[in-house]
């Protein structure tokens, strides 16, 4: 009877040390979820940037609108027969002494 309790002793032991120190131990579950939080970020950003990109590019697609928009915000490109006017703002006066 004392070799049975000594048997199961040491066969609990056993399941309790893969289940603290082996490769399914809380400590390596507990890195597991951390990183894959840290990769569900990545994957948002990474989701956000291409619906930016999708709908810029629908955009392109559809409409000339938003290539003239490009066009003269992003190279300074005019129409034929427009004349391209630049103020610039005057500098302030410097205070009296």
């Known amino acids: 009877m004392r070799w049975v309790t000594v048997l199961l002793a040491v066969l609990l032991a056993a399941v309790q040390a893969s ?3 082996g490769h ?3 400590p390596y579950v507990i890195g597991l979820r951390t990183q894959l939080a840290a990769q569900l970020a990545v994957n948002d950003a990474a989701q956000q940037r291409n619906a930016r990109l999708a709908a810029e590019v629908s955009d392109l697609k559809e409409g000339l609108e ?3 928009e490009k066009a003269r915000g992003e190279l300074g490109m005019v129409k034929p027969n427009e004349i391209l006017v630049q103020l610039e703002p005057q500098p302030a006066s ?4």
């Open 19 to 21: 289940l603290w120190f």
């Open 66 to 68: 938003m290539v003239e």
């Open 24 to 26: 399914t131990s809380i």
């Open 94 to 97: 410097a205070p009296a002494k």
